[in-house]
Nanobody
Framework: QVQLVESGGGLVQPGGSLRLSCVAS????????MGWARQAPGEGLEWVAG????????FYGDSVKGRFTVSRDNARNTLYLQMNNLKPEDTALYHC?????????????WGQGTQVKVSS
């Protein structure tokens, strides 16, 4: 059974940083592309980042380019999202996702999410 468990969210001031983690289990983590998506209250799902199986191919949403960094540790079955220079508009529920072997947006499993709030 696939499980994706996110952590690392919280309340942070504008300009601050957070590091999200997603621990995966129940599948061969290193065989699948992974992603992060977020959903703000009253808004649709927005893709934040995607990463290939080996970490060589990376995608970022336009709104987070230059501020967020996605990475993975295949030995630890863990996906990360380093978020710097956070803005109030980054406030959202952040979900980790399991993609297909080739594309992070071909999602078959989602984590429950970790809440990020950016406010002074």
């Amino acid at each position: 059974q696939v499980q994706l468990v996110e952590s690392g969210g919280g309340l942070v001031q504008p300009g601050g940083s957070l590091r999200l983690s997603c621990v995966a289990s129940g599948f061969a983590f290193n065989d699948y592309a992974m992603g992060w998506a977020r959903q703000a209250p009253g808004e649709g799902l927005e893709w934040v980042a995607g990463i290939s199986r080996d970490g060589r191919d990376i995608f970022y949403g336009d709104s987070v380019k230059g501020r967020f960094t996605v990475s993975r540790d295949n030995a630890r079955n863990t996906l990360y999202l380093q978020m710097n220079n956070l803005k109030p508009e980054d406030t959202a529920l952040y979900h980790c996702s399991k993609g297909s072997k080739w594309y992070y947006r071909e999602v078959d499993s989602w984590g429950q999410g970790t809440q990020v709030k950016v406010s002074s």
